[in-house]
């Protein structure tokens, strides 16, 4: 059965930082892609960024280019959201997913929002981003 466990969220001030991690269980780790998401209240969710963990290949929304880097641990089995110079619109619930096989449908929520019926998801970890 595959897991994912989000932990990492909180309440910082804008231009503050959080580390987001995602501990992948039950899956073929190294073969697929894992990839981000967040929701806010009201909106779609929409992909953020998002690794092949085979290859290492990222990509990010243009929204977070710059200012979040996504990584892997390939030992632990775990990917990471580093999140630096947070505004008050990150603020959202975000999502660990996993894809079997490429990035397809991470890229497509990426590029166009909408999640794209990823694999796989975890419940979720809470950031808040006060002004």
């Known amino acids: 059965q595959v897991q994912l466990v989000e932990s990492g969220g909180g309440s910082v001030q804008a231009g503050g930082s959080l580390r987001l991690s995602c501990a992948a269980s039950?899956?073929?780790?190294?073969?697929?892609?894992l990839a981000w998401f967040r929701q806010a209240p009201g909106k779609e969710r929409e992909g953020v960024a998002a690794?092949?963990?085979?290859?290492?290949?990222?990509y990010y929304a243009d929204s977070v280019k710059g200012r979040f880097t996504i990584s892997q641990d390939n030992a632990e089995n775990t990917v990471y959201l580093q999140m630096n110079s947070l505004k008050p619109e990150d603020t959202a619930m975000y999502y660990c997913?996993?894809?079997?096989?490429?990035?397809?449908?991470?890229?497509?929520?990426?590029?166009?929002?909408?999640?794209?019926?990823?694999?796989?998801w975890g419940k979720g970890t809470l950031v808040t981003i006060s002004s």
């Open positions: 997913a996993a894809e079997n096989g490429g990035c397809v449908k991470a890229y497509a929520g990426i590029i166009a929002g909408g999640d794209y019926g990823m694999d796989y």
């Open positions: 039950g899956y073929t780790y190294n073969r697929n892609c």
């Open positions: 690794i092949h963990t085979g290859g290492g290949v990222t």
